[in-house]
């Protein structure tokens, strides 16, 4: 295209060279972010797991968007706290949609995180129990057993452990810090 037989054709294809670039900048700056953040939680994660059974895997960055698990059996428990005296122990809030899980061969079903359930199941197979005014329940599991009864083991719960709470309070902390 001329105007006033001037060729302009090559500052609109230098023009688009430009937008182009900055676009390219932009993500290239946000893909470093993103890695910068993973790295960041990944190994807070890393940190607050590390002497448990439980695993953080690498973390998973698909474009702007990160993703880290830490894993395995019964981390909820561990995060949240189990029995009626770890109520209020977890600093934020405890997941709030149905859970399922099998107690004594019993699926049991409750609307949201909860901490001593109503027993759904055969009534004479109910491991809740009191023992010396305490509230808990019997399992075959000897860890962190308080009082043994005919090869079980009783268990008042344990008190939320907040790792992945506190993981994430600290990432937050440590990008601010590295902004």
């Given at each position: 295209?001329?105007?006033?037989?001037?060729?302009?054709?090559?500052?609109?294809?230098?023009?688009?060279?430009?937008?182009?670039?900055?676009?390219?900048?932009?993500?290239?700056?946000?893909?470093?972010?993103?890695?910068?953040?993973?790295?960041?939680?990944?190994?807070?994660?890393?940190?607050?797991?590390?002497?448990?059974?439980?695993?953080?895997?690498?973390?998973?960055?698909?474009?702007?968007?990160?993703?880290?698990?830490?894993?395995?059996?019964?981390?909820?428990?561990?995060?949240?706290?189990?029995?009626?005296?770890?109520?209020?122990?977890?600093?934020?809030?405890?997941?709030?949609?149905?859970?399922?899980?099998?107690?004594?061969?019993?699926?049991?079903?409750?609307?949201?995180?909860?901490?001593?359930?109503?027993?759904?199941?055969?009534?004479?197979?109910?491991?809740?129990?009191?023992?010396?005014?305490?509230?808990?329940?019997?399992?075959?599991?000897?860890?962190?057993?308080?009082?043994?009864?005919?090869?079980?083991?009783?268990?008042?719960?344990?008190n939320a452990s907040n790792r992945f709470y506190n993981?994430?309070?600290?990432?937050?902390?440590?990008?601010?810090?590295?902004?």
């Amino acid at each position: 295209m001329a105007v006033n037989n001037i060729d302009l054709s090559g500052i609109k294809h230098f023009n688009k060279f430009l937008k182009k670039t900055l676009k390219t900048n932009q993500d290239d700056k946000k893909n470093e972010k993103i890695e910068k953040i993973s790295a960041i939680a990944y190994k807070e994660l890393s940190i607050a797991y590390s002497s448990t059974v439980f695993k953080v895997q690498p973390p998973e960055i698909n474009g702007t968007k990160c993703t880290i698990y830490a894993k395995g059996k019964d981390i909820a428990f561990d995060e949240f706290g189990t029995g009626i005296y770890a109520k209020g122990t977890y600093k934020g809030e405890v997941p709030q949609q149905p859970i399922s899980f099998i107690s004594a061969g019993y699926q049991q079903i409750v609307p949201k995180w909860t901490y001593y359930y109503t027993w759904q199941g055969n009534p004479l197979l109910n491991p809740k129990a009191e023992v010396n005014g305490v509230l808990g329940w019997f399992t075959t599991n000897p860890n962190g057993a308080h009082w043994r009864n005919e090869g079980k083991t009783f268990h008042k719960g344990q008190n939320a452990s907040n790792r992945f709470y506190n993981a994430v309070q600290k990432i937050k902390k440590d990008i601010k810090e590295n902004k």
